[in-house]
T-cell receptor, first 111, second 112 residues
């Protein structure tokens, strides 16, 4: 089935540094969703991008969908310890709105 | 706020037991899903349902079955639990259309 790859798998940053995770697909994506999972928690939906080249912002988080709709990125400006967790991209496609999740990027923020 | 409630946070069962994991959502969502999450393997779809009494296999349905007798409730059944089914099980729901999922808090199942 469809595979959505994320890089990096892990990232350690100093508090205040920026962080970016990338999501790549070999085929065109219908849309891209982003989720955050805190340690010990469950995934929480952050945002969905649908249009080619779309950019959306949520406070310090910037989400981008590639022009060819084959990649996406999540950028966090000036990380805080509350940003710790695993970030997943996902595609909601096909019948019945099945979501296929990427492999995830685990972010650790060092205070 | 949409709520998806999973009946147990932690569960320990013996090999060969029949196990029921319950999930209830309170927002009248048509779609419900069961995933398992394992380190290094990410989130994998087991089964989903888009309507009462309807079910579809996901990517890893072997060893599992599901039941959806009422719209708000979606149960995952492990017919004969095995140690390789030790995992975190996550239930999710969504309305029809391209919306994000709302997940429950998860059930960490250990099969001994």
């Amino acid at each position: 089935g469809q595979q959505v790859m994320q890089i990096p798998q892990y990232q350690h940053v100093q508090e205040g540094e920026d962080f970016t995770t990338y999501c790549n697909s070999s085929t065109t994506l219908s849309n891209i969703q982003w989720y955050k999972q805190r340690p010990g928690g469950h995934p929480v939906f952050l945002i969905q991008l649908v249009k080619s080249g779309e950019v959306k912002k949520q406070k310090r988080l910037t989400f981008q969908f590639g022009e060819a709709k084959k990649n996406s990125s999540l950028h966090i400006t000036a990380t805080q310890t509350t940003d710790v967790g695993t970030y997943f991209c996902a595609e909601n496609s096909g019948g019945y709105q099945k979501v296929t999740f990427g492999t995830g990027t685990k972010l650790q923020v060092i205070p | 706020d949409v709520k998806v409630t999973q009946s147990s946070r932690y569960l320990v069962k013996r090999t060969g037991e029949k196990v029921f994991l319950e999930c209830v959502q309170d927002m009248d969502h048509e779609n419900m899903f069961w995933y398992r999450q394992d380190p290094g393997l990410g989130l994998r779809l087991i089964y989903f349902s888009y309507d009462v009494k309807m079910k579809e296999k996901g990517d890893i349905p072997e060893g599992y079955s599901v039941s959806r007798e009422k719209k708000e409730r979606f149960s995952l059944i492990l017919e004969s639990a095995s140690t390789n089914q030790t995992s975190m099980y996550l239930c999710a729901s969504s309305p029809p259309g391209y919306y994000g999922y709302t997940f429950g808090s998860g059930t960490r199942l250990t099969v001994v």
